[in-house]
């Protein structure tokens, strides 16, 4: 990374600067989807591009031309299946799969074709092919357009799974799953598009399986997955006020995971707290919780918590989403009662 000063940039702008960047660097990265070439109804050829439900692609079209950005039929599992086929015979697709939600239309695809080609052909094929998609709850989308699926895929071996939680890692994360050539699964948090940070101008990559140390502390590890991560250092801030110090540890990708970094701290600590939202049975709070459990039970002070959503779906009422949303106050609690009862 050259020393070119940060910019401002919302998570929704990184993301279409590191495609565009990738798109730039190497012709054989294409970019497939609904709306992302069409869908605004403006300006004439090649011009006025949707950009996506969320606008995030906005612009590409007019930079790379509609053989490199391509609208879809409103069919997951043939945008997957193209995209799939396409990079097993060379490409690099990117695929935006709108919400989260819908990937279950494409689920075979997925599960039997991407994630078991490379090892089915004794690692002769390369699938690099990346499935962008917006999740989670906060923005009034009710059940179907809300779910948070990372758990699901971490399940299936064969893919690598990110969950980004601000917007500089959302580019440095993305740049390195373009780049890879297995099949990432990439999950974009609706808070982080309109989240803003400094954000590098250079073009740089995250290594896919390490993990950060985003607040250092000595006195409880709280582990967020996603934008449970800003939850994690509001609370974070909060204890340090009544003398506790909590270290905030963001995974970044789920698959791989940097187990050892959640391990060394919470030797340090003693104290675990894994704040997910997403519901409670089999999720990532689960398995963290007993590789945790596994590997330094020697190490802990207390028993691990988990703060989950409820085992429901996300609901359309603004007060019972609000509710389902894990909060900075019920992490704070719940930290605390950690520390003072044990």
Known sequence: MNNKPDRLLSGAAAINETIHEAMDRDQSV???????????????????????SFGVTKGLLESF?????RD???????????????????????????????????FDQILNQAAKMRYMFGGQARIPVVLRMAMGAGLGAAGQHSDTLYSIFTHIPGLKVVVPSCPSDAKGLLAASIADDNPVLFF????????KEAVPTSRYQIPLGKAK????????????????????????????????????????????????????SVRKTGRLLIVDE????????????????????????APIKRITSPHT??????????????????????AENLIVEH
């Open 72 to 106: 879809t039929p409103i069919s997951e599992a043939a945008i997957a299946g193209v995209a799939i086929g396409a990079a097993a015979a060379g490409l690099r697709p990117i695929v935006d799969m709108m919400w989260s939600s819908f990937t279950p239309l494409a």
């Open 188 to 195: 974009e948090h609706m808070g982080l598009y309109g989240m």
């Open 278 to 301: 997403s519901p409670p049975r089999c999720s990532i709070a689960t398995d963290i919780s007993a590789r945790v459990s596994e590997a330094v039970y020697d190490a802990l002070k």
């Open 213 to 264: 140390v985003v607040r250092e502390g000595q006195d409880i590890t709280i582990v967020g997955i996603s934008m449970m991560v800003q939850k994690a250092l509001e609370a974070a801030t909060r204890l340090e006020e009544i003398g506790i110090k909590a270290e905030v540890i963001d995974p970044r990708t789920l698959s791989p995971i940097d187990d050892e970094a959640i391990f060394n």
């Open 30 to 52: 294409i970019i497939i989807g609904e709306d992302i070439a069409g869908g605004a109804g403006l300006g004439g050829k090649n011009e006025g591009a949707m950009g996506g």
């Open 65 to 69: 031309g509609p053989q490199r950005v």
């Open 313 to 334: 779906p996300v609901p359309l009422s603004p007060p019972l989403e609000a509710a389902y949303i894990p909060s900075v106050e019920k992490i704070t609690s719940i």
